[in-house]
């Protein structure tokens, strides 16, 4: 089992700055990729950042330059610092991790439950 807490939304006024934070446990072996996506009011799901390791980070494309993500492997955390919110910025952001777990070995995806950040204009 593998459990994803997530924490950091709320509301915020435009231009201000959110920081969501996703911590993994459980039976994990290695962490393969964290990410961050969002999900607005009657739009579809959507990448906001993804670090599948190493260097390599991907943003989409609404949040380059304003959003950052970052991870502690040491923690089994990953991080998304939001600057410049805007009021399109509005939704439910979910964390996603895909790990490799401890004996039997399997590799699983996990969703975190999502935290509402709403920007206000």
């Known amino acids: 089992q593998v459990q994803l807490v997530e924490s950091g939304g709320g509301l915020v006024q435009a231009g201000g700055s959110l920081r969501l934070s996703c911590a993994a446990s459980?039976?994990?072996?290695?962490?393969?990729?964290m990410g961050w996506y969002r999900q607005a009011p009657g739009k579809q799901r959507e990448l906001v950042a993804h670090?599948?390791?190493?260097?390599?980070?991907i943003y989409g494309d609404s949040v380059k330059g304003r959003f950052t993500i970052a991870r502690d492997n040491a923690k089994n955390t990953v991080y998304l610092q939001m600057n410049s919110l805007e009021p399109e910025d509005t939704a439910v952001y979910y964390c996603?991790?895909?790990?490799?777990?401890?004996?039997?070995?399997?590799?699983?995806?996990?969703w975190g439950q999502g935290t509402l950040v709403t920007v206000s204009s």
């Open positions: 670090s599948p390791g190493g260097s390599t980070v």
């Open positions: 459980g039976s994990i072996l290695r962490i393969n990729s």
């Open positions: 996603k991790v895909v790990v490799t777990t401890t004996q039997p070995y399997k590799l699983l995806e996990v």
